[in-house]
Structure formats: structure tokens, C-alpha cells
């Protein structure tokens, strides 16, 4: 997961501003006792905050991949 695709889902999912939001302020047990932006900054792959994040706000496992990609041009 790219960091563009990783924000997409974030919006996507929860809003922009919620979503900057939770990156900042959520503190998510596996990733550490660390928030989104926190970890990400560590070196953590956005694919696996993007989970946690999914995780944590009980987002319906149907809405977790694939999230963030965009939408392929019809023909």
C-alpha cells in the first residue's frame, strides 16, 4: 500500500478531518502504544497501520482491502 492509497482509505472510510484525527490522537495497542502518525513515522508499513487502524474502529473486514485504490476506468 502506497502512503497516497493510505491516506485515500483513511478518508474514504472516515472523512477527512475524522481521519486526520485518528491518525493523530488514536493510540492503537499493536502498533505499540503508538498512534497512526506515530508509527508511520517509525517505519511502519501503512498496509499493517491501515489493519491496525481497521482494527481498532471495527471497520467490517469486507471494507479492509482493497481500500484506497483507486477506481479503474470504465470502457
Excluded: K, N
Excluded at 472510510?13 to 493510540?27: C, H, K, N, S, T
Excluded at 491501515?50 to 474502529?57: G, R
Excluded at 469486507?62 to 477506481?71: K, Q, S, V
Amino acid at each position: 500500500m502506497r502512503t497516497s492509497e493510505f491516506r485515500r482509505a483513511v478518508a474514504t472510510e472516515f472523512g477527512e478531518q475524522y481521519g486526520r484525527a485518528l491518525l493523530r490522537d488514536l493510540v492503537i495497542d499493536s502498533l505499540g502504544h503508538r498512534t497512526s502518525d506515530q508509527a508511520l513515522a517509525a517505519g511502519v508499513p501503512e498496509r499493517d497501520v491501515w489493519l491496525a487502524l481497521c482494527e481498532a474502529m471495527e471497520v467490517p473486514v469486507e471494507r479492509w482491502h482493497g481500500a484506497g485504490l483507486p477506481t479503474p476506468p470504465q470502457r
